[in-house]
């Protein structure tokens, strides 16, 4: 017979909580897990939704090539819920984009043409018809995709390479739109609206024919790193109009001579610049052409021998004239001491001359001035008569020309500038010695020796402007030629015609 055992409680009650503490600790263990399950496949959802970048079907394919370098989703042309980062061209509401950088295109035309302006109204109607005035309006391929997000059209007409674009400007006169750091010097750029690329004070966004670059507003860490992938490597082409900088080339002047002499005296130098003033001062480099010596006491009685008044170096000042070219016969009339006061008088005033010189060894140094990053060399000459007022190795004056003196002082030249002009009071050979200079390497050719305005020539890689026609005179018009450079490279020139008014006063036509 077996003898029951007596149960401990205690030991009972323990065994339970024992039970009950390993069910509490698995349950919390396969919560947590379930909650850290849940956590990861959250994680994973926003993960995959931050990387998720949605382009413009417009934007050009450098944009996929530098967002494929980051390894996030990217779709094309999607513009859903899921997508974290937006990158957009020209969008319309902008409320919830940031712009990145804006490029500029500008519509184009043949260098001599008369169109100067177009509405943006008239513009929006040539890109749709695909001309203006019977003319052909054109593009290239690229440019297609811009047309299409800033005038919603563009689609169906033939596009171009930029060289046969080129040819159809020049030889059919036909109108383009091209990027701007495209315009080439055998090219006029036409305002839209009054406005282009070239004025340094546009409104960016209120030129037509610019080209932004947006990005989504937002904060995630994929949109800091897509913004700044695009900034650093697409964003070269981004414009800048403080890149703009500017040389004005003036056509031959005789300042304070004939009728001119009285007017300056009376009416000062503000009279006689009249609306061209401006166009000096605010020019990054202002030149002129004067074809006499500044006398203190200049007598206006000899009709042969001419002086300009001490009243012109006022007149320069005000202009803030930085060079002067002395290539004129008339610099000599008055005697070798005179000469010599008249580069004084430069030098005293900071006015760089050429063209001329103290010696003959001064008379072919090329003037080298500064112009943003770059160096523009300046070298002038002369074969007209009086030989007296030549230079030679036993006094100075006017700087003679040949061939081999252009080969020799440009090639001195090419050493220390970037860029080359030349100007030239040529009496004979002017087309021969013109295109020398552009053969040998100089960049610009500028004729200040007749009173008429003369043609312009593409020469090779350089422009020859046979006759700049006079300036500041008593009579006749003229040109002044604007050479405009973007990022220290020549891009193209603007021509102002100009004229003597009755009451001696120099005034755009």
Known sequence: ????????????????????????????????????????????????????????????????????????????GYKGEECSVIIERNT??????????????????????????????????????????????????????????RFEMGVGYPKYTQER????????????????????????????????????????????LSDSFYISEGENSVREKVKK????????GKYKPEKISNIVITGTSKIGTGEQHSVLKEKGHEHILGSVADILKEADIAHISNKT???????????????????????????NIDIVGMTGNHIVDY??????????????????????????????????LELGNIKIAFLGYTNTPPE???SNENRGGNTTISESILERDIARAKENADYIFVEMHLEEQQEEYAKTAIDQGADIVTGVYSKNKGDIEYYEDGIIFYELGNFLASQDNGMIINHIFYKDNYLVYNVVDTYVSDNIQVSIE
């Open 229 to 236: 992938q695009l900034e650093e490597n697409l964003s070269k």
């Open 335 to 368: 005697g070798g001491e005179e000469f010599r006061n008249t580069l004084d008088l430069y030098t005293e005033n900071d006015i760089k001359y050429f063209g001329a010189g103290r010696t003959l060894q001064d008379a072919h140094r090329p003037r080298i």
């Open 1 to 76: 017979m077996e003898i029951p055992t007596k149960q401990n409680p205690i030991k009972k009650i323990i065994i339970y909580f024992l039970i009950i503490f390993g069910v509490i600790i698995t349950g919390t263990y396969i919560f947590q897990l379930e909650v850290e399950k849940e956590e990861k496949t959250e994680e994973k959802e926003i993960d995959k939704k931050e990387k998720i970048v949605c382009l413009d079907t417009n934007l050009p394919e450098k944009f996929q090539t530098e967002i494929e370098k980051l390894e996030v989703d990217m779709e094309v």
């Open 92 to 149: 319309k509401d902008i409320s919830e984009y940031e712009r990145m950088w804006t490029e500029m295109f500008a519509l184009v035309t043949k260098y001599n043409s008369e169109l100067k302006n177009i509405s943006s109204e008239n513009l929006e109607q040539a890109v749709k018809e695909g001309k203006f005035e019977e003319k052909e309006l054109i593009w290239d391929s690229e440019t297609e995709k811009f047309l299409k997000t």
């Open 293 to 319: 010596s500044i006398l203190q006491n200049c007598p206006q009685e000899d009709s042969n021998n001419l002086c300009s008044p001490i009243e012109t170096i006022e007149l320069l000042n005000y202009a």
């Open 388 to 390: 007296i007022y030549w």
């Open 165 to 208: 674009i080129k040819e159809k400007v020049m030889d059919e006169e036909s109108i383009a739109i091209v990027p701007f750091e495209k315009v080439k010097p055998e090219y006029k750029v036409v305002s839209v609206s009054d406005r282009t690329p070239l004025d340094e004070d546009i409104n960016e966004l209120a030129y037509r």
